[in-house]
């Protein structure tokens, strides 16, 4: 099975501040992999699908890069509505899709 | 508008058996696989299976195989999860979504979730 490795488990930002979480691989996906958001209380939505497309209705502050085992989610100005729960997401072939373990983004 | 409508909140005994629901409306249901997504209490989220409607193809995680049943019935637009013989260990909140395209097969749209308690 493919593990992922998602950091940091949390974090705390300042309003403004550049965020960075980043997963990790533990074998080469492509670019097999997404991002969702979780707010509390709330279903996940779908931020990032393909490792950097931005779905549809997504504000541009939130981008996504890599591909093969090493990929990073980042949001370019953190705002106070972006409060939520962080997921990476890979696929396979079995198909199997397997989550990180989350990054709680909060203010500071 | 898309959108998946799930079955309200079961509260249940050990041993007990369960369905819950999922409601496509909006799109062709038998055309896109439905997920279903495991969240327990403060924890993260879990793959379990997937099935498509068209069809009724069916796969599991292997984590999950043997404990719960996956099905669709295409006349009604409507995806279930079923237990027979359920867990306090299942507790849990319980999301179905839609696989959109794309390579990564990501989730795109989302059920508004299920909590199922399991406690005597």
């Known amino acids: 099975d493919i593990q992922m490795t998602q950091s940091p488990s949390s974090l705390s930002a300042s309003v403004g501040d550049r965020v960075t979480i980043t997963c990790q691989a533990s074998?080469?996906?492509?670019?097999?992999l997404n991002w969702y958001q979780q707010k509390p209380g709330k279903a996940p939505k779908l931020l990032i699908y393909?490792?950097?497309n931005l779905e549809t209705g997504v504000p541009s502050r939130f981008s996504g890069s890599g591909s093969g085992t090493d990929f990073t989610f980042t949001i370019s100005s953190l705002q106070p509505e972006d409060i939520a729960t962080y997921y990476c997401q890979q696929y396979d072939n079995l198909p199997l899709w397997t989550f990180g373990q989350g990054t709680k983004v909060e203010i500071k | 508008e898309v959108q998946l409508v799930q079955s309200g909140a079961e509260v249940k005994k050990p041993g007990e058996s369960l369905k819950i629901s999922c409601k496509g409306s909006g799109y062709s249901f038998t055309s896109y696989w439905i997920g279903w997504v495991r969240q327990m209490p403060g924890k993260g989220l879990e793959w379990m299976g997937i099935i498509y409607p068209g069809d009724s193809d069916t796969r599991y995680s292997p984590s999950f195989q043997g404990q719960v049943t996956i099905s669709a019935d295409k006349s009604i637009s409507t995806a279930y999860l079923q237990w027979s013989s359920l867990k306090a260990s299942d507790t849990a909140m319980y999301y179905c979504?839609?696989?959109f395209g794309g390579g990564g097969g990501a989730f795109d749209i989302w059920g508004q979730g299920t909590m199922v308690t399991v406690s005597s």
């Open positions: 074998q080469d996906i492509s670019n097999y």
């Open positions: 393909d490792a950097s």
């Open positions: 979504a839609r696989r």
